[in-house]
């Protein structure tokens, strides 16, 4: 079975600081990642996705790949009360329909 | 606007009762996929279909089951239900994957709260 580990604990920023996640994975042959962010009460939507190593960014929001250390992280800059969410990784292997998600990171953003 | 609907936001059975929970999506996408959410778990896959009457366990499919008989549609039933089974449901469908480096989002509906009492 494939893992994703996303470390556990709820992480507090201050409004306008960077927020940092990060999320490793056991399947080497893993191809695609996914960051979702959920809201209190809502299902989940897609962020962020990544492929190739290095960063990809998109608005406030980095996502950063490293295959040969197993690890995607996401950064997000100029943090907002909006950000305010659990933050799940996901992982896809190729050719696979299915992904592999962690257990999430819990993001508050304090004015 | 893509979109994925569950028969029921909320939802409160009995124990030894027969469930079903109904996905439908409007995106044409081969994939379906049912999941459970609970609290310090994340997110598990149950069972997921990539075609119709076709299905494939997940990582926690003991005591549920599903049919796909028309590709929009995906059920998943709780043949008994019991309290452990009490959680967030959620489904998703995606379009087939093949090709590296193609965004193959999963799309997921509302979620269904199941309480079993």
């Known amino acids: 079975q494939k893992e994703v580990e996303q470390n556990s604990g709820p992480l507090s920023v201050p409004e306008g600081a960077i927020a940092s996640l990060n999320c490793t994975y056991s399947?080497?042959?893993?191809?695609?990642f996914f960051w979702y962010r959920q809201y209190s009460g809502k299902s989940p939507e897609l962020i962020m996705f990544i492929y190739s190593n290095g960063d990809k960014e998109d608005g406030r929001f980095t996502a950063q790949l490293n295959k040969a250390s197993q690890y995607v992280s996401l950064l997000i800059r100029d943090s907002q009360p909006s950000d305010s969410a659990t933050y799940l990784c996901?992982?896809?292997?190729?050719?696979?329909?299915?992904?592999?998600f962690g257990k999430g990171n819990q993001v508050v953003v304090i004015p | 606007d893509v979109k994925v609907t569950q028969s029921s936001r909320y939802l409160v059975k009995r124990t030894g009762e027969k469930v079903f929970l109904e996905c439908v999506q409007d995106?044409?996408?081969?994939?379906m996929f049912w999941y459970r959410q609970d609290p310090g778990l994340g997110l598990r896959l149950i069972y997921f279909s990539y075609d119709v009457k076709m299905k494939e366990k997940g990582d926690i499919p003991e005591g549920y089951s599903v049919s796909r008989e028309k590709k929009e549609r995906f059920s998943l039933i709780l043949e008994s239900a019991s309290t452990n089974q009490t959680s967030m449901y959620l489904c998703?469908?995606?379009?087939?994957?093949?090709?590296?480096?193609?965004?193959?989002?999963?799309?997921f509906g509302p979620g269904t709260r199941l309480t079993v009492t």
């Open positions: 996901a992982v896809m292997g190729h050719g696979n329909n299915r992904l592999a």
């Open positions: 995106m044409d996408h081969e994939n």
């Open positions: 998703a469908s995606t379009q087939r994957t093949g090709s590296i480096g193609i965004q193959y989002e999963q799309y």
């Open positions: 399947d080497r042959g893993s191809q695609s």
